[in-house]
């Protein structure tokens, strides 16, 4: 008798705890199915799992600017000219490579960003690179490939950190973007307006009158210029001259202190400066180019006048040089 009541208690207690356990399973959604093992009564019930995936978006996954680049990677700019500058990206698109149909791309400086307004000093756009611009990358299965994206750069382009923005989309209009960043390098540069200075036909004794040669900032950095001179084409020849002189007629040469110049138009001749052999800077600081349409203050005069020596004759010629120097001031 005290054996059956212990057993029965035991069973109670069994029951009570496999109620609880089934209870708190309740609670966190998990459902029980009891079936008869021992009778072999059992089922199973298939259901079939399914999803439409329309699109698998473009993934771009490497951006670089290429070139033109120098040994450590920077970007080289052609003094007084446009820089084609080019920016690759490199991108997986699992529908397929032709799933592809724009590109576009923005070149920006460093401080700005890449949405803000275009301006030859600080930011490029380039909406229309073009599927053409693409091409598949070999051994890819089709789902891989590379576009290019070209950019005019001026040769007054800040210098320092650039970035090239590239943004892909596929035909359900789904993009991705990535970027890449480079060095601009300094650019020093110097052009002249006229590749001749003639000072027309001269007597012996006469002054010329001034003749102007503008100086240009070809370069991104603000510069000094510099001038030196001789007689003739050859410098070894040509040494303490500034004009040599027709040998045929058997005339005099002209000296190096003949030939003047100054900065501004109304200086008299007494008072310009001589041209020399050796190397001259000029006091005048020419900034860089800002003005897409003009050259602004980026451009300056300088101004030359010629005195015929006695015994002078025939036709003259000499060489002018004029130099660039950085300005760090």
Same mark, same amino acid.
């Given at each position: 008798m ?5 057993r029965?208690?035991?069973?109670l207690?069994? #029951? ?26 059992t089922?199973?019930?298939t259901?079939?799992?399914r999803?439409?995936v ?5 993934y771009? #996954? ?14 080289d ?7 084609? @500058? ?19 791309? %923005? ?6 960003? &890449?949405i ?7 930011? #490029? ?12 990358i ?7 490939? %590379? ?8 040769? #007054? ?14 035909i ?8 890449a960043?480079?060095t601009?390098n300094?650019?020093l540069?110097?052009?002249?307006e006229?590749?001749?200075v003639?000072f027309?036909?001269? &007597?012996v %004794?006469q002054?010329?009158?001034?003749i102007?040669?503008? @100086?240009?900032?070809?370069?991104n ?8 001179g001789? *007689? ?5 020849v040509?040494?303490? !001259? ?5 040998? %045929? ?11 003047r ?13 001589? !041209? ?5 800077m ?8 800002t ?21 002078? *004759?025939?036709?003259?010629n ?9 300005d760090?001031?």
């Amino acid at each position: 008798m005290i054996i059956r009541i212990k057993r029965k208690r035991l069973e109670l207690a069994y #029951y009570a705890l496999m109620a609880l356990f089934l209870l708190s399973f309740s609670f966190i959604g998990i459902t029980f199915v009891a079936v008869d093992v021992l009778a072999g009564n059992t089922t199973n019930a298939t259901v079939l799992a399914r999803v439409n995936v329309s699109n698998a978006p473009p993934y771009l #996954y490497l951006v670089q600017i290429v070139d033109p680049l120098d040994s450590a990677g920077n970007v080289d700019l052609q003094a007084g000219n446009v820089t084609t @500058v080019l920016c690759n990206g490199s991108f997986q698109d699992d529908n397929g490579f032709d799933d592809l149909v724009s590109i576009n791309a %923005t070149l920006f400086m460093s401080g700005t960003s &890449s949405i803000a307004a275009d301006d030859n000093n600080t930011h #490029y756009t380039n909406r229309s690179c073009g599927v053409s611009s693409c091409s598949p990358i070999p051994d890819s299965n089709n789902l891989n490939g %590379t576009c290019t994206c070209q950019f005019a750069v001026q040769y #007054y382009v800040n210098p320092g950190s650039w970035s090239c923005n590239m943004t892909v989309s596929d035909i359900a209009l789904s993009s991705t973007n990535q970027s890449a960043a480079a060095t601009f390098n300094q650019v020093l540069g110097i052009e002249v307006e006229n590749l001749v200075v003639d000072f027309g036909n001269l &007597s012996v %004794t006469q002054t010329s009158k001034p003749i102007r040669e503008n @100086v240009t900032n070809a370069g991104n950095v603000p510069m000094n210029f510099t001038v030196r001179g001789y *007689g003739g084409t050859n410098e070894s020849v040509g040494q303490n !001259l500034s004009m040599i002189c027709d040998p %045929t007629a058997s005339t005099a040469n002209i000296s190096i202190g003949s030939l003047r110049y100054d900065t501004i138009n109304s200086t008299p001749f007494a008072t310009m400066v001589n !041209l020399t052999n050796k190397t001259m800077m000029v006091d005048k600081t020419i900034p860089k180019r800002t003005l897409s349409r003009t050259y602004g203050n980026s451009s300056n005069s300088t101004f030359w006048r010629l005195q015929i020596p006695l015994g002078a *004759g025939g036709i003259c010629n000499g060489t002018i040089v004029f130099g660039a120097v950085q300005d760090f001031n």
